[in-house]
């Protein structure tokens, strides 16, 4: 079952505007990532974000947390046409093995406009 | 590129064939982890490997499908009597320290008809 939500599903901006993505999550969670694919492509780790950290940036992409919401953003400043991908949010618990298994939501599909 | 190299990249089978799919993560001592994907939606987890071990596997994984991690090294998935549902993006997943990042590979698209 997918446990986050990424809202909104579909985005398009044009290039040089910023993009700011929701996600939106259930249970108690160790982290949350944010990932970007490219279509038909595998998964690309972007930033990782504690549950004890309320924000979080590298380069271009700024993310929140606020755990009593359950919620997290993406924002990507000053966006590229090479942004153009699907963005998940997806994260994690350990469960009674130890396994850290990433619950996704079913992602945003980001299209920046040249 | 994350280092975790999947094969094949592409499977096209007819319904009722077997597929096995492989996984090469970069270091034997890492978790590994499949998960599956249909279009449109995120990655839902199958099963994770701590070395050899096959610690847990989802309600997802039935009876035709079977995953092995010989000597903790790389790690194949087995679907036997492939039905057309079964058509998606299988991914591995490798669990790095210190920061217990998962790295994906690139996956391998099936598809049943």
């Known amino acids: 079952s997918q446990q986050g939500e990424e809202d909104p599903q579909a985005l398009s901006i044009q290039e040089g505007e910023n993009a700011t993505m929701n996600c939106s999550y259930k249970?108690?969670?160790?982290?949350l990532q944010w990932y970007r694919q490219n279509s038909g492509r595998g998964l690309v780790h972007l930033i990782l974000?504690?549950?004890?950290?309320r924000e979080k940036h590298s380069g271009r992409l700024r993310v929140t947390l606020d755990t009593s919401k359950k919620s997290s953003s993406l924002l990507i400043t000053a966006s590229r046409a090479a942004d153009t991908a699907s963005y998940f949010c997806?994260?994690?618990?350990?469960?009674?093995?130890?396994?850290?298994?990433?619950?996704f939501g079913s992602g945003t599909r980001l299209q920046v406009q040249p | 590129d994350t280092g975790v190299s999947q094969d094949p990249r592409h499977k096209i089978t007819k319904r009722g064939q077997n597929v096995t799919f492989r996984c090469d993560p970069i270091?034997?001592?890492?978790?590994l982890y499949w998960y599956r994907q249909t279009l449109g939606q995120g990655p839902e987890f199958l099963t994770y490997?701590?070395?050899?071990?096959?610690?847990?596997k989802s309600r997802l994984l039935s009876d035709r499908f079977s995953a092995e991690r010989p000597k903790g090294s790389f790690s194949t998935l087995e679907i036997q009597r492939t039905e057309q549902g079964d058509s998606a993006m299988y991914l591995c997943?490798?669990?790095?320290?210190?920061?217990?990042?998962?790295?994906f590979g690139p996956g391998t698209r099936l598809t049943v008809l």
């Open positions: 249970t108690s969670i160790n982290n």
């Open positions: 270091s034997e001592h890492n978790r």
């Open positions: 490997f701590q070395n050899e071990a096959q610690l847990e």
């Open positions: 974000i504690r549950s004890n950290e």
């Open positions: 997943a490798e669990e790095r320290e210190p920061t217990d990042t998962q790295y």
């Open positions: 997806a994260t994690d618990a350990y469960g009674d093995t130890g396994r850290r298994a990433l619950t």
